[in-house]
């Protein structure tokens, strides 16, 4: 009773007061007037999140639901594509291709940074049977950013298909898919979104779309040409999450009330807050050149590792991270500060992190680490985005 619980995970994340009540609507059968009028309101709201003018495909899934329906209706079994595993969720396209019998030219990064084009255009080169990239835009296992604008860039002009994985990044930080040219652009409700897991989102260019309608989609569920059909008539193809849809209606709206510009310059605060607070502690970041916007990774030293370090946060202070994932799971803390998430969140979590290394036996000699990390804070607001 002493704090009240904030969860700084990379997701799930915090529900604002206003999407909970949203949630609470009274059941409504989704094939009736008013769910069509709700689909119809959230479709145009969703479009301009993922900034495209094609259909947003709403799924009743995880963000990884929407992953494998990329890979179903784009590609066929025994078709070639190259994904970039610099984490776990880089990793995850590969199994989803294995699953379906995609054959895969993988391009491992180090686990903290990012794919650099000229090594995925070398790829392509010695892999000429490619038909696709896949890439996470934001990997959410490490907190590093990949370049999809150029990447996009490299697939246009090599003929393939891009598909991007943005969970950890639409709503979060800048991804427009038609001006980037982002063939397949995908999401989950549980971060940036305000939302509690249960839906994805997927869109596909025209080029993707042409591509899907030519092979036979191999998922009786994640269809996408069916969904869109059922789409265009304010329906969806199965029984969706009508509360969900109802929840997801009051967060575009919180989204958009403001713009997208005022969401993404908070997002980049919240970013240079967390980063400069843990540099100042003495932590090293685990992303150090290209990073996301919605979560900050850092290492630990050796005799510290992240579950009593996690545990001692939560149980004294109320202050719920996560560890690292796979090999970094000891090793490795993600404090999240994506979606409905301020700067007294970032800074309660701060201190906690900075309190529990403490109590552990770690030394921290920088007594204004929280100053130094305000100071970003505000610094960023002022000069907008980079």
């Known amino acids: 009773m002493l704090h009240k619980t904030r969860l700084l995970t990379p997701g799930p994340t915090q529900l604002p007061d206003r999407v909970r009540l949203a949630m609470a609507h009274d059941m409504v059968h989704h094939r009736k007037p008013s769910f069509k009028q709700l689909m119809h309101t959230v479709q145009e709201n969703l479009q301009t999140l993922f900034g495209t003018a094609q259909p947003v495909i709403t799924l009743t899934a995880s963000g990884s639901g929407a992953m494998t329906a990329a890979v179903a ?9 190259i994904t970039i595993e610099g984490g776990k969720f880089g990793e995850r396209w590969g199994g989803i291709c294995d699953s379906l019998h995609v054959n895969t030219a ?29 890439v996470q835009v934001s990997e959410t296992s490490t907190g590093a950013m990949h370049p999809i604008k150029e990447l996009a860039a490299l697939a246009k ?52 779309w042409e591509k899907a309608e030519s092979i036979p989609c191999r998922d009786f569920y994640f269809n996408l040409v069916r969904e869109r059909d059922q789409l265009a008539q304010d329906q969806t193809n199965f029984t969706p999450a009508i509360n969900l849809l109802y929840g997801l209606n009051e967060s575009l709206l919180m989204l958009l009330e403001d713009g997208l510009e005022t969401v993404f310059r908070k997002q980049w605060a919240l970013t240079r807050m967390a980063r400069t607070g843990l540099a100042a502690m003495g932590f090293e970041l685990l992303a ?99």
């Not at 209706?73 to 594509?81: K, Q, R, S």
Request: hydrophobic residues 45%; charged residues 15%; contains cysteine.
């Open 106 to 134: 993988k391009l491992s990064v180090p686990w903290g940074e990012s794919a650099a084009v000229s090594d995925v255009e070398a790829l392509l080169d010695a892999t000429p049977a490619a038909s696709g990239i896949l």
């Open 157 to 208: 002009k090599r003929n393939v298909l891009l598909g991007a994985d943005g969970v950890s990044a639409v709503s979060i930080s800048p991804c427009p898919m038609d001006e980037w040219g982002i063939d397949c652009l995908l999401t989950g409700s549980q971060k940036g979104l305000l939302l509690p897991p249960g839906l994805s989102f997927i869109a596909l260019s025209p080029k993707a």
């Open 288 to 386: 150090k050149g290209h990073y996301t916007w919605g979560l900050t990774s850092f290492l630990l030293p050796a005799g510290i590792t992240s579950g009593p370090l996690l545990a001692h946060a939560a149980e004294a202070y109320g202050i719920v991270m996560a560890a690292g994932m796979g090999h970094q799971k000891e090793h490795v803390v993600r404090l999240g500060h994506m979606g409905w998430v301020d700067l007294a969140d970032v800074a309660a979590g701060l201190y906690a992190t900075a309190a529990s290394f403490r109590a552990l036996g770690g030394h921290i000699g920088m007594r204004d680490y929280l100053e130094q990390a305000l100071a970003a804070y505000e610094k960023a607001l002022i000069n907008g985005l980079p």
């Open 73 to 81: 209706n784009l590609f066929t079994a025994g078709e070639t594509v």
